[in-house]
């Protein structure tokens, strides 16, 4: 991002195609960008108002690159169907990522309405690099809340903190890299004789380590004659999708505002109602067919344990309880214990 300051004897016609150029520079690209700059250069000599002395004195003209630490985000959009068994992505988020990217890692501060896929996306990484860097995340990716620091690489990887006992051999076979992927990386500053503290942190870039899946076990026993799903599932909630499914969230998230019904999105019966820490009051409900369904962060549960339900009948409300910055459903699909894809039982909008 370029940045220009003018002083008053620049002609008024060159300071409106300075402030027209900072107005959509957003949405220049590069090639377009270095030509602007030639041309209010080209304007300015023309013009009489600065001549070649002036610009090599840097004076009534000055240029500014954005550091790396200057990121801008954009929220996602609002809004969604009232009808349940569709749903509408929200607006795309907008970052700028500065041309020379981070030169070092970063503390970010977790924002209303983020999850790890989201701040991935808007820093260029995987998700998977997110949890890889801040070790409370492995477990339950959507264990976040506003306020929260994360630490940011500059690149994919993985960002191990040294514990006793830890070796460069050691560390590097448990994110299955070369040793010298990580003496050679020049984040980490090291030098032979290679001898690591406990404490220090080391950058691993490519570095990858195995994500388990959690898995919360239904308890209650199915009713007498309970409802069998028939494997045709509808949206559970109207709203757009904030989290897609990946390895390390293995469900998707749906956003919209606290109140909004949540819909079984099968028939079956509701195996546990309850509350867990990162998921807040949640559902589950089994369908009889082996499959089960899972509702999390639910403001409101307005179902009980063992309940038979039906297709389309409202079990609770949307909320933000547990670990949630904002408003959204946590909705899993699991079929046999297996978690699977959500979209792919959906039907398409």
């Not at 004789?193 to 380590?209: A, M, S």
Request: aromatic share 8%; net charge negative; charged share 15%.
């Amino acid at each position: 991002m370029l940045e220009f300051s003018t002083e008053s004897r620049i002609p008024r016609v060159l300071t409106e195609l300075i402030d027209s150029y900072r107005s959509d520079d957003l949405i220049l690209s590069r090639f377009t960008s270095h030509l602007a700059i030639v041309l209010v250069v080209a304007l300015v000599l023309l013009g009489g108002g600065l001549g070649v002395e002036d610009l090599q004195r840097g004076e009534g003209f000055s240029l500014r690159v954005a550091s790396p630490e200057e990121v801008t985000f954009v929220s996602w959009g609002t809004g969604g169907q009232e009808n349940p068994d569709f749903l509408t992505r929200g607006v795309a988020p907008i970052t700028i990522i500065p041309e020379r990217g981070r030169q070092g890692v970063i503390v970010y501060v977790v924002q209303p309405g983020d999850n790890v896929s989201k701040i991935a996306q808007s820093l260029g990484l995987r998700p998977e690099t997110i949890l890889w860097s801040n070790p409370e995340l492995e477990t339950w990716p959507d264990y976040i809340v506003v306020g929260q620091e994360l630490f940011i690489l500059p690149m994919d990887g993985a960002y191990h903190e040294v514990k006793a006992g830890d070796t460069l051999q050691s560390v590097a076979e448990r994110y299955s890299v070369e040793v010298s992927v990580i003496v050679e990386c020049e984040h980490n500053d090291l030098a032979e004789p290679y001898e690591l503290q406990v404490g220090q942190r080391l950058v691993i870039p490519g570095g990858t380590r195995p994500l388990v899946p959690r898995y919360v076990q239904a308890t209650a026993p199915p009713p007498p004659n309970a409802p069998q799903g028939s494997g045709n599932f509808m949206w559970p909630a109207s709203g757009y999708l904030t989290q897609s499914y990946w390895l390390g969230h293995q469900a998707i998230d749906i956003g919209a505002v606290t109140g909004v019904p949540i819909y079984a999105a099968d028939s079956g019966y509701v195996a546990f109602t309850g509350w867990m820490g990162g998921y807040g009051n949640y559902i589950i409900v089994n369908h009889g067919n082996g499959f089960e369904t899972l509702y999390a962060h639910l403001s409101q549960i307005r179902v009980i344990a063992g309940q038979g339900v039906q297709r389309g009948q409202v079990i609770g409300l949307m909320g933000s309880t547990g670990r949630s910055t904002g408003p959204h459903l946590h909705f899993e699909i699991r079929q046999g214990g297996v978690k699977r894809n959500p979209v792919g039982f959906l039907p398409r909008g």
